[in-house]
C-alpha cells in the first residue's frame, strides 16, 4: 500500500510507533504524542474542525472526550491501537 493510500488511522499509528504513546499534557523534552496529536500529524492539520472530523470516526464525541479517554488512568497502547484498528 502506498502512503498516500493508508488512512489517518494508519498514519496515526506509525506516528505513535516512531514518536512513542504518552498520556497526560506534552513535556517539550519529549517527542511522545498522545492519540489526539498522532491523528492531528496524520491529517497534517491542527484545525480543531478536521481533528473532530477524525475522533469521531473513532467514535469520540469530540477531541476532548479522546484526550480523556487516551489519558484515563490504566489506559494501555495496545488500546489506542485497538482503537485506531476500529476506524468506521
Known sequence: MKPRDLTIAEKAKSVLFECGWRQGFRQAARPNVCLV?????????????AITDAVQHLRFES??????????????????????????
Open 63 to 88: 477531541p476532548d472526550e479522546a484526550m480523556a479517554w487516551n489519558d484515563m488512568p490504566g489506559r494501555t497502547f495496545n488500546e489506542v491501537l485497538e482503537r485506531l484498528d476500529a476506524w468506521a
Open 37 to 49: 496529536d498522532a491523528l492531528a500529524v496524520a491529517a497534517k492539520t491542527q484545525h480543531w474542525e
